[in-house]
């Protein structure tokens, strides 16, 4: 696992809300649920997407969008319509509301002279993990066709549509590809608004040091090892990654542990502190105590208790 995989890890589609619609002019559909991260895929035709104070995004056929929650959006024939707006959202997303092309609850005129149909998925991401993600992301990602993501935009329109066994399956493997393909082709083409780490990965030095970190969370890495394992000299190492990434390689490694360690702590009752301490790499529960309160500024046992609480 590398660090853009490692990021993505914790963004899971289970039981995701779906819908598919053929729509004519006018139409506004508003998203209200202020889901984290919302996919929406325009098979054909073409619409706007309005968000707050953001300009209107046009898209057409092939686009597909990301939009970073929670503020609510819409997608609407011309940013000026004069349709009334239908709410889509959780509460119309129940499975009990019929299969997938119904249940987002919008207006499904399946007119033969509509001329515009869209798929959305509704996305959840949660945990620290998911907020660090969510952080390097703007409000509007658009993905045109004809890149990475195309192929499988057009699996998930198909399958939507379908309402078939298994459907609910099918569809959350497919939303992870989706948004795994869209954030990857947004980075690789966005150079200079990608996170630092994500264009480091490229770097012949960088790219296989933050790989061993990810893949090997809970070894006793030192700038010494990471730099005897990259073929290079502690000072090449120490500078080249403090350069690329914009902080020196220990405490990149700390940080991304306390991540790993306080979505553990919130999520798993079941693990010990020692636990916990011991699988991101500390063999002493207090020193890791010591360096979780000086990263999160709260000690790991306050952590857990203030995630209980808020769930």
């Known amino acids: 696992m590398d660090a853009f995989g490692d990021?993505?890890?914790?963004?899971?589609?289970?039981?995701?809300?779906?819908?598919?619609s053929t729509l004519s002019a006018p139409w506004a559909l508003d998203f209200v649920d202020g889901a984290p991260l919302t996919l929406c895929v325009i098979v054909d035709g073409a619409g706007w997407i309005v968000r707050g104070d953001h300009d209107p995004l046009r898209v057409s056929g092939g686009d597909t969008v990301v939009v970073r929650g929670p503020e609510p959006f819409s997608f609407v024939d011309d940013p000026d319509t004069s349709a009334t707006p239908v709410a889509c959202g959780e509460q119309c997303s129940i499975p009990e509301n019929g299969g997938a092309r119904h249940r987002l609850g919008w207006a499904d005129c399946r007119d033969p002279n509509a001329s515009t149909s869209i798929v959305v998925g509704a996305y959840p991401v949660h945990g620290e993990i998911g907020d660090r993600l969510l952080q390097v992301l703007p409000p509007l990602i658009r993905i045109p066709p004809d890149t990475d993501a195309d192929p499988v935009a057009r699996y998930l329109a198909a399958e939507v549509a379908a309402d078939r066994p298994?459907?609910?399956?099918?569809?959350?493997?497919l939303l992870d590809?989706?948004?795994?393909?869209s954030l990857r082709t947004w980075f690789d083409d966005q150079e200079q608004a990608a996170p630092q780490w994500y264009s480091a990965l490229h770097d012949p030095v960088v790219?296989?040091?933050?790989q061993l970190m990810h893949a090997e969370v809970d070894a006793p890495w030192t700038v010494a090892s990471l730099a005897r394992r990259a073929g290079v000299s502690r000072a090449t190492l120490a500078k080249r990654f403090t350069d690329l990434v914009g902080e020196p390689p220990l405490t990149y490694l700390t940080r991304w542990r306390m991540t790993l360690a306080a979505d553990q702590l919130s999520d798993r009752p079941d693990l010990t502190i020692a636990d916990v301490a011991q699988s991101v790499g500390y063999a002493d529960p207090f020193t890791f105590s010591t360096a979780f309160k000086r990263t999160k500024g709260v000690n790991p046992s306050t952590h857990r208790m203030q995630a209980s609480l808020s769930t």
Do not use: A, E
Request: hydrophobic content about 45%; charged content about 15%.
């Open 7 to 20: 990021l993505l890890r914790g963004v899971r589609s289970h039981g995701s809300v779906f819908g598919y």
């Open 166 to 173: 298994g459907q609910q399956i099918v569809l959350d493997r």
């Open 177 to 181: 590809w989706l948004l795994v393909c």
């Open 207 to 210: 790219g296989p040091v933050l």
